[in-house]
Nanobody, 122 residues
Framework: QVQLVESGGGLVQAGGSLRLSCAASGRTFSIYTMGWFRQAPGKEREFVAAAARSGGRTYYADSAKGRFTISRDNAKNTVILQMNSLKPEDTAVYYC???????????????WGQGTQVTVSS
């Protein structure tokens, strides 16, 4: 079992930045791929970024490349999503997730946080 708690969401103007944090507890954090997803009202949950359990490999959705950075600290059981140059279309609830595979698919993640709201105004 893994418990995930996101924080850091809020209101920001277009072009601004937010730093989302995910704190993990339960089973060993380091064995899981960690991902960030987002979901806007009326839309499917969408992959944003992921960090593999080893090797420092990261993955990004095309919409996130060059603007967002995912990082993890296995010793501290945390994963971060640094979001820069935010756009109104980034507005969504952002979810932290953990799974056994390196994947961009919602179905490949076993554990989910409660989500944190990000709202970007124009």
């Amino acid at each position: 079992q893994v418990q995930l708690v996101e924080s850091g969401g809020g209101l920001v103007q277009a072009g601004g930045s937010l730093r989302l944090s995910c704190a993990a507890s339960g089973r060993t954090f380091s064995i899981y791929t960690m991902g960030w997803f987002r979901q806007a009202p009326g839309k499917e949950r969408e992959f944003v970024a992921a960090a593999a359990r080893s090797g420092g490999r990261t993955y990004y959705a095309d919409s996130a490349k060059g603007r967002f950075t995912i990082s993890r600290d296995n010793a501290k059981n945390t994963v971060i999503l640094q979001m820069n140059s935010l756009k109104p279309e980034d507005t969504a609830v952002y979810y932290c997730a953990a799974g056994p595979l390196g994947s961009s698919s919602v179905g490949d993640y076993n554990y989910w946080g409660q989500g944190t709201q990000v709202t970007v105004s124009s």
